[in-house]
């Protein structure tokens, strides 16, 4: 088993930043060399979309285009932690966000086994 963790989550106006921080713990040494890390989000009433994704090696990242050159998604393996730096945001980008972990990079919540309880942003315009 895997837990997840998020936190770094609030209310900033539109323009600014936040930087969301993901804690894995559990069977974490599997997880740093078997598991991709993702960010999904859920905007209020709204499906759960992707966010980002990165392998723990660092070797490939993918973003979804609304945040393509605004988001960037990193880890460090040595703390078991990812993190998403959100920048420029958009009163769009409000919604819930989680983090899920997974055996491969992907698009889908489906392609995730493991989800963190979810951190709230929200940006005001």
């Known amino acids: 088993q895997v837990q997840l963790v998020e936190s770094g989550g609030g209310l900033v106006q539109a323009g600014g930043s936040l930087r969301l921080s993901c804690v894995a713990s559990g069977r974490t040494s599997r997880t740093s060399s078997r598991y991709a890390m993702a960010w999904f989000r859920q905007p209020p009433g709204k499906e759960r979309e992707f966010v980002a994704a990165?392998?723990?090696?660092?070797?490939?990242?993918l973003y979804a285009d609304s945040v393509k050159g605004r988001f960037t998604m990193s880890g460090d393996n040595a703390k078991n932690t990812v993190y998403l730096q959100m920048n420029s945001l958009k009163p769009e980008d409000t919604a819930v966000y989680y983090c899920a972990a997974g055996p491969g990079v992907g698009v889908h919540p489906y392609e995730y086994y493991y989800w963190g309880q979810g951190t709230q942003v929200t940006v005001s315009s």
């Open positions: 990165i392998t723990w090696s660092g070797g490939t990242a």
